[in-house]
């Protein structure tokens, strides 16, 4: 099974589900794909402004209550004041992407992007800013440039692209989010909402999908080779 996560590096909602992304990601049998939506990338990316902070501070105040991430001052009296800081999601998601070709490394980017932003109030629009933080991860700072310069441009706005018509196929409207495809390829819309701040009920709740795919396989199975189940011999006639 896999569960689909539509998200933006510069989306606080979700910086608030990060917890039950890492959540999910520790689940054997699931594996976790990532789409960044582009947000603020193109014609939506906009400087930082006294309004712009009057804005998203109530929101990441409700953020903070009810998910628990942390929000650092550097963020709130720093970032959020800094009028020359552009809000541009693409760079960081070409670097996402630069982590994820080089060392299967995009999930942990997009979580140390989102403590840079919200917790340390760094500019992760900014090239050197995003080495800095590929570094952090271990990855190769030369060959994370390499990769940077490879998936710029064309391969960052074709992934923003086909995020785009994946959340249009799921029917959502909105960063963040998560769809669960079984093995027959359907999708099917979570609503993480109700989960966050709470992540051992997401994964119970993962779990019990988890669980009902295993069992539905395992139907089909049974109904393609009946004999399949008796191989112990517990299905033997008596003589």
């Excluded at 630069?98 to 919200?118: S, W």
């Amino acid at each position: 099974m896999k569960l689909h996560y539509i998200f933006d590096p510069l989306c606080g909602w979700c910086y608030a589900v990060a917890p039950l992304v890492e959540a999910a990601r520790a689940l054997s049998g699931l594996a976790v794909a990532f789409h960044a939506g582009g947000m603020l990338a193109g014609s939506n990316r906009r400087p930082i402004t006294p309004q712009w902070r009057d804005y998203v501070m109530p929101h990441d105040a409700r953020i903070a209550a009810l998910s628990g991430q942390p929000f650092g001052e550097a963020y709130f009296e720093g970032l959020l004041r800094d009028t020359t800081a552009i809000m541009d999601s693409e760079p960081p998601i070409t670097a996402i992407l630069a982590a994820e070709a080089l060392d299967t490394r995009g999930l942990d980017m997009i979580h140390r992007l989102q403590r840079a932003h919200y917790e340390e109030g760094r500019r992760i629009a900014d090239r050197d800013v995003l080495t800095g933080q590929a570094a952090q991860l271990g990855v190769d700072p030369v060959a994370f440039a390499a990769e940077f310069e490879r998936v710029a441009g064309k391969a960052t706005h074709g992934h923003i692209a086909a995020s785009r018509a994946l959340l249009a196929r799921t029917g959502a409207r909105g960063f963040p989010t998560f769809a669960v495809e079984p093995a027959n390829g359907t999708l099917a819309v979570i609503d993480a909402g109700q989960f966050i701040g709470h992540p051992d009920q997401w994964t119970a709740m993962l779990q019990r999908l988890l669980q009902d795919e295993a069992d539905a396989a395992r139907s089909v199975t049974q109904q393609a080779n009946p004999a399949a189940d008796c191989a112990d011999g517990s299905c033997a006639r008596p003589d």
